[in-house]
């Protein structure tokens, strides 16, 4: 790989961030099952556009020579007792793993939050997705419960962890 760009989502990458996602589905870590998500590409760009006009919400793209490599969606809380604080959902391509690419989605999230005034950063991620809690711990991230049973994976129950940061 050799550029990388953080930036924020456009509209016009609502086809392009589609087919990411889909492929991001694909790994069975997500909240969408494999070939689950009917999004249309006029939804995404509605959503990317209601969430690009939300102050306390973000989304970035991570653009590599070959398009999309990775997305973080920050959703910030819309209440007074709960504004200082964002959900994070983050994807990375799976061509383009342990390169590096969500560690640096997730520092551009934490320079957004402090340039935001928000000071918790909260997600959940599938206890089984061993790779992306070791990534969370490293970038801080603290567990703070489990949700048991919170998923149906396969037929089976899965566990989800809730972790968070305070920045």
Not at 22 to 32: A, C, N, Q, T
Not at 105 to 115: P, Q, S
Not at 134 to 151: A, C, D, N
């Amino acid at each position: 790989m050799t550029n990388l760009r953080v930036r924020p989502i456009d509209v016009s990458d609502a086809e392009k961030f589609l087919e990411l996602s889909k492929r991001i589905d694909e790994s069975g870590f997500m909240l969408h099952e494999p070939g689950e998500r009917k999004t249309t590409v006029e939804q995404q760009k509605e959503a990317i556009t209601r969430i690009g006009s939300e102050s306390r919400s973000v989304f970035f793209v991570a653009e590599a020579d070959r398009g999309l490599a990775g997305f973080i969606a920050a959703f910030g809380g819309k209440m007074k007792r709960n504004c200082h604080s964002a959900y994070l959902a983050l994807g990375v391509h799976d061509a383009f793993h342990g390169q590096g690419i969500a560690t640096k989605l997730v520092m551009r999230v934490f320079d957004w939050a402090e340039a935001n005034g928000i000071s918790r950063l909260e997600l959940t991620v599938i206890k089984d997705n061993v790779k992306a809690v070791k990534l969370y711990q490293k970038m801080g991230f603290q567990i703070e419960g489990e949700k048991v049973h919170s998923l149906m994976i396969d037929g089976k129950p899965a566990n989800e962890y809730y972790m968070y940061k305070l920045v």
